[in-house]
Nanobody, 124 residues
Framework: QVQLVESGGGLVQAGGSLRLSCAAS????????VGWFRQAPGKEREFVAS????????HYADSVKGRFTISRDNAKSTVYLQMSSLKPEDTAVYYC?????????????????WGQGTQVTVSS
């Protein structure tokens, strides 16, 4: 079992950048594919980005492609989401999630473990 804790959220102006971190404890994070998801008020949770166990493959939602970059440091048991050119519509609670069942994830149902989330607010 793995426990996930997100950090790095905050308030930023449109066009700015933030880097989110997802730190794992318990079982080594290298055993899991990891994804980032987000949920805005009144909206369903949506997929943002994911990375496979080694970090060699990544997958992005079209809405963030070219602006967000997911990466991982298995030695530090941490996955990162670098967010640039932020827009007000990126405002949401961001969650990281881990999957032991899938090589790479694109849906929340594919994930087994979730963090508590971190708020990202982008002002216009």
């Amino acid at each position: 079992q793995v426990q996930l804790v997100e950090s790095g959220g905050g308030l930023v102006q449109a066009g700015g950048s933030l880097r989110l971190s997802c730190a794992a404890s318990g079982r080594t994070l290298s055993s899991y594919a990891v994804g980032w998801f987000r949920q805005a008020p009144g909206k369903e949770r949506e997929f943002v980005a994911s990375v496979n166990r080694s970090g060699g493959s990544t997958h992005y939602a079209d809405s963030v492609k070219g602006r967000f970059t997911i990466s991982r440091d298995n030695a530090k048991s941490t996955v990162y989401l670098q967010m640039s050119s932020l827009k007000p519509e990126d405002t949401a609670v961001y969650y990281c999630a881990a999957s032991s069942r899938y090589w790479i994830v694109s849906a929340g149902t594919e994930c087994d473990y979730w963090g508590q989330g971190t708020q990202v607010t982008v002002s216009s």
